[in-house]
């Protein structure tokens, strides 16, 4: 997120991955790696020697133009080789987890249909996942407002999970906050909706009023981006929530990483920074 434009361009992911590597002010890393298989390997090898905690992600799938739930047999077949491949690479630098999403939804009249071919696509995905030592995650979105997945509210995911349930056991929700807004629900309410099967979450900001704002829904502006959601207050608010739910705790130290873009113009570094600075008052605020 730090460098948007890397799914597009996948020298950038070459280019930047390792500088996160080296960082002594972060613990936990969120990354994708490119198709390129040199490249890849090489950043695999980075991977495997570091020391971070790392979620691989699918980002590389094109989300946004397929629904996961798809009932057409050559858009399945498309779908589990992409996943097949990313849950390769997600195993090959040493993961402990990957995030998974259901793409663009569709009508109300086929939604039943998708949402039990999504089901079957998660019981395959986690299966693989399980036999690599990964937990999959299941990252809910906005259904109705900008990206219009269909999944959908943080009660839906959960109930999917308990479907799924006792036979599939790795599959976990991250819940990132910038969706929770988007999705019109709150904070306290996803995570205590969310809390038996937490596994990860992200913390961003999101602009919901002005649509001639660049980033305008799910884009992920700075924490204090002006007309944005998130800020110090409700960075507050979700760290409250993650302790109230034992996500957060002396012994329980779940990830939490943030996941914001730099403004036009932004210095990326600027950025790490001031959102480190934002996450640190947050905290001192909740231990007052």
């Not at 460098?3 to 969120?30: K, S, W």
């Not at 900008?146 to 943080?154: A, E, N, V, W």
């Not at 809390?195 to 999101?206: A, D, E, R, S």
Request: glycine fraction near 8%.
């Amino acid at each position: 997120m730090l460098y948007p434009n890397c799914v597009r361009q996948e020298h950038l992911i070459f280019d930047t991955l390792p500088a996160m590597l080296d960082r002594g002010d972060i613990e936990a890393v969120d990354m994708c790696l490119p198709f390129d298989p040199e490249q890849r390997e090489q950043l695999s090898a980075m991977l495997r020697a570091s020391d971070k905690r790392l979620g691989f992600a699918i980002h590389p799938f094109p989300v946004d133009k397929i629904c996961l739930g798809s009932t057409f047999d050559n858009e399945k077949a498309l779908i589990r080789m992409v996943l097949d491949d990313q849950l390769g690479a997600a195993a090959g630098c040493g993961a402990e987890s990957i995030t998974f999403v259901s793409g663009i939804d569709v009508d109300v009249e086929h939604r039943p249909a998708a949402l039990a071919a999504f089901a079957d696509v998660c019981r395959w995905f986690c299966g693989r996942a399980k036999e690599h030592g990964m937990i999959a995650l299941i990252e809910p979105f906005d259904r109705d407002f900008h990206r219009k997945f269909l999944i959908g509210p943080t009660t839906e995911c959960v109930e999917l999970i308990e479907l799924l349930r006792p036979g599939i056991d790795n599959l976990y929700v991250q819940l990132d906050m910038a969706h929770v807004r988007l999705s019109g629900e709150t904070f306290g309410h996803a995570v205590t909706t969310a809390k038996p099967y937490l596994g990860h979450v992200h913390v961003g900001n999101c602009v919901m009023h002005n649509r001639n704002d660049p980033f305008f829904g799910d884009r992920h502006p700075p924490f204090g981006y002006p007309g944005g959601e998130i800020d110090v207050p409700e960075l507050t608010t979700i760290l409250r929530a993650l302790l109230d739910v034992g996500y957060l705790s002396k012994q329980s130290r779940g990830t939490l990483v943030i996941e914001t873009q730099p403004a036009p113009g932004g210095d990326v570094e600027a950025l790490i920074q001031q959102g480190l600075a934002k996450l640190d008052v947050a905290w001192r605020r909740v231990l007052q």
